[in-house]
C-alpha cells in the first residue's frame, strides 16, 4: 500500500525522504494538487483505501488564502487520515494544514515577518522521549521558510520542538500524527532551490537577508542539518511506517 504524498509546489518535494522510504521498500503516490489535470496534477484520494500512510509537504500558499482551491479538500482528507488513524506527517504548510484540519491556529508570524534560514531549534521535554525524535539533538540549527505560524495547538497536541522565533516548530497529535514547521526532509539541493524562489526573495528581502547570506549559513550549518534530517527520515521509516503495510502492498 502506498504512502500518498501531498505535493503543493515545485521548490518543496520530498527531498531526502524520498530515497529513504524508497530504500526501505515504501511505495510513494505523489499527487500534485497545485496542478491542473493538463499539467499532470491530481486530486486528493477519493477514500483511504490502500492507503498506508499520508504526507502533507510544504508550498508558498498560506492556510485561508483565496483562491486555492484544493485546500479545503486536504484539510478533509488530513482530518479523516488522522481519525482513522493512519500515520500523517505535515512540513511547513502541511504541518500548518494539519494544526487547522484538528481544530487549532494558524496565522500570520507576530514578531518578525517570517523566518528563512537556519533557526535555532530547541527539543521539549515531551520530545526528549518521543521514539520519532530518538537520535536528535536537543538544541540544533534547522531549516525554516515561512511567513506564518501555529498559533494554537489542537487540543490534547504535545509541542515536540520549540524555537525563540517561532514557539511551534514541531508537534504530535495522538499517537501518529506529526507536524514540523522546519524543513528536515530538505538536502542542500533544495536549500539552493529555495534561494532562486521569487516567494524566497520576497522573504530574504523584508528579513534583510540576500542569498548569499543563507548560503553561507548552509556552509556552517548544512553537515549537522543533514545527519539529523537523515536520523528523523529513518525514524519516520522505520517506527512509524511499519513493515506490514508493505507486506500487505
Known sequence: MPIVVLQHADSDGLGRLAPILRDRGHALDVRRLDLSPVQGGRPVPPDYDNVSAVISLGGPMNVGDAGVTW?????????GAHERALPVIGICLGAQMIAKALGGEVGPMDAV?????FGDVTITVPGQTETMMSGIAWSSRQWQAHSQEVKKLPDGALLLATGRMCKVQAFK????TYGFQYHFESDRADIDTFL??????QLMEKLGLSAGDVARQADEHYPVFDRLGNRLCGNFAQFLFPSVSRLRA
Open 173 to 176: 497529535v495522538g499517537m501518529r
Open 71 to 79: 485546500m479545503e479538500a486536504e484539510l478533509a482528507y488530513l482530518k
Open 113 to 117: 515577518p517570517g523566518e528563512f534560514g
Open 196 to 201: 532562486a524562489d521569487s516567494w524566497s526573495r
